[in-house]
T-cell receptor, first 110, second 115 residues
Framework: QKEVEQDPGPLSVPEGAIVSLNCTYS??????FMWYRQYSRKGPELLMY??SSGNKEDGRFTAQVDKSSKYISLFIRDSQPSDSATYLC??????????WGAGTKLIIKP | ETGVTQSPTHLIKTRGQQVTLRCSSQ?????VSWYQQALGQGPQFIFQ???????GRGNFPPRFSGLQFPNYSSELNVNALELDDSALYLC??????????????FGEGSRLTVL
């Protein structure tokens, strides 16, 4: 079992829809959780990070962690075609490495 | 743009050959990490360098080796290339201790194809 699991998609939604992206993790020691966005032929870029349980909001993006169920979510409101990308969740395994999900490919249709 | 530059952007090698990939880190960052990303997969940690020393290593064989230079730039060397080494190789620069906030700044990667 991978430590971080993510549905690869693709997930296709119409412009303006609310998008829900999800990950599950198995390691109870994980405390910090990140969401990265990766456009085609580019490196990942950090969107948000959260610590422990709860919600964090940044503009149209909301990250949510439920440690009791080991479930991580990213919500995108008012989705735009420019949001089309692969979204990766990750958590630090140590002081030097991140453990990543496989990424979910998101397609926003105009 | 992150300020992290990688070269070359694309390259093709044959099995058994050796390859060197290069990375210039973002100004002020003292830590460089290398990740391998196979098609359709998340990045896999190869190793991290801090102050020119390997600071941690993932589950990769010794034929994957690296260097960090005094200006914090870095190289990834892979010997005896195998078909499964075909992937996007990502370099990320950060400040030490930036892992918990995920503040790694990635370059655009070097796409390696092994034939």
């Amino acid at each position: 079992q991978k430590e971080v699991e993510q549905d690869p998609g693709p997930l296709s939604v119409p412009e303006g829809a609310i998008v829900s992206l999800n990950c599950t993790y198995s390691n109870s020691a994980f405390q910090y959780f990140m969401w990265y966005r990766q456009y085609s032929r580019k490196g990942p870029e950090l969107l948000m990070y959260t610590y422990s349980s709860g919600n964090k909001e940044d503009g149209r993006f909301t990250a949510q962690v439920d440690k009791s169920s080991k479930y991580i979510s990213l919500f995108i409101r008012d989705s735009q075609p420019s949001d089309s990308a692969t979204y990766l969740c990750a958590s630090p395994h140590s002081n030097y490495q991140l453990i990543w999900g496989a990424g979910t490919k998101l397609i926003i249709k105009p | 743009e992150t300020g992290v530059t990688q070269s070359p952007t694309h390259l093709i090698k044959t099995r058994g050959q050796q390859v060197t990939l290069r990375c210039s880190s973002q100004s002020g960052h003292n830590t460089v990490s290398w990740y391998q990303q196979a098609l359709g997969q998340g990045p896999q940690f190869i190793f991290q360098y801090y102050r020119e020393e390997e600071n941690g290593r993932g589950n990769f064989p010794p034929r994957f080796s690296g260097l960090q230079f005094p200006n914090y730039s870095s190289e990834l060397n892979v010997n005896a290339l195998e078909l499964d080494d075909s992937a996007l190789y990502l370099c990320a620069s950060s400040l030490v201790g930036g892992m918990n906030t995920g503040e790694l700044f990635f370059g655009e990667g070097s796409r390696l194809t092994v034939l």
